[in-house]
């Protein structure tokens, strides 16, 4: 069990494959991140910043939190986070569309529900399947919600496009539009979830999910119920994506379409996760922020070295490269991802008292 000074674990694999969480964030550095999220950007942000970088990262690290509690905590493989991510979207905006009294943060908690009903159904191969064809199973099923999606205008309200486009962003008489606005909405969900899941993965369910990602066989021997805990996950797995996946339309792109959550997307999710550190809150946070911060780098390092000589295909292929080469690095080398560098460097920056 972790200890009381802090809020995240780090799943640290021993020899025999078991897993002991291991403590590393202090509370004051909690503190410390909140109070630059709340108070230090929004002060020295500039318009670019909150859309371009600080609203994108917020939104993927939640949806890699979601998917981590299932594939990282659970140990249930998915390809299927852009689906739940567009059903969350897509059914939040028919919520405030059909009915329009709803308060926003109803309709996304609605739009999440969705989503987790969804996941519901996504869960039931795992109780009979795993790995490889658990994995199968969720991503026919991202295909099937992107073409309903696309088939289906009434999802759409009927827009030529297929496209849906972001409400008026309003919150207790106070106009949320604005980028300082849509970013605040952002940074307070994807607090009060990731909150929500950090006491998650400490209480009873948390453990649950750890002992059938261990070994399920065994779990079920010791009076473990597995199919609930294996549905339960893929139902709080479903519900936050489905949430991130109404503020990735909402609060970042303004408008979304089926496109806008396709494979690609629940890829880049499952990337976010591998990089950042599997079995780690923290994991879901670097991971995102190495997706959104690599590119801008490449792009500043190659524009100060060549001076604009690079084209911009070639920096995506060197971005390929990239992150299949550090990808294929962590699941030989460290499956806890950058996380696990992190909390060393933690614990050699700030050593434990006898």
Known sequence: MPSSDGIDTLALVSSRGFVAPVTWRPNWLVLALLAVTFGLVPLVAD???????????????????????LTGFAGQASLGAGALMSVGAFASYNFLLRAPLLPLPVSLALGGATAAGLGLVFGLPSLRIKGFYLLASTLGAQFFVEWAFTKYEWFSNHASSGSISAPRLALFGCDLSSPLGRYLLTATIVALLTWVAANLVRSQTGRTWTAIRDMDTAAAVIGIPVVGAKLSAFVVSSFILGIAGALWAFTYLGTADAHSFDIDRSFQILFIIIIGGLGSLAGSYIGAAFILVLPIFLDRFALALFGGMIGTGLLENLQKIIFGSLIIFLLAREPRGLAAYLARLSRWLLPRRA
Request: aromatic share 14%.
């Open 47 to 69: 318009d670019y910043w909150l859309n371009a970088v600080l609203i994108p990262f917020l939104v993927l690290s939640l949806a890699g939190l979601g998917l981590n509690l």
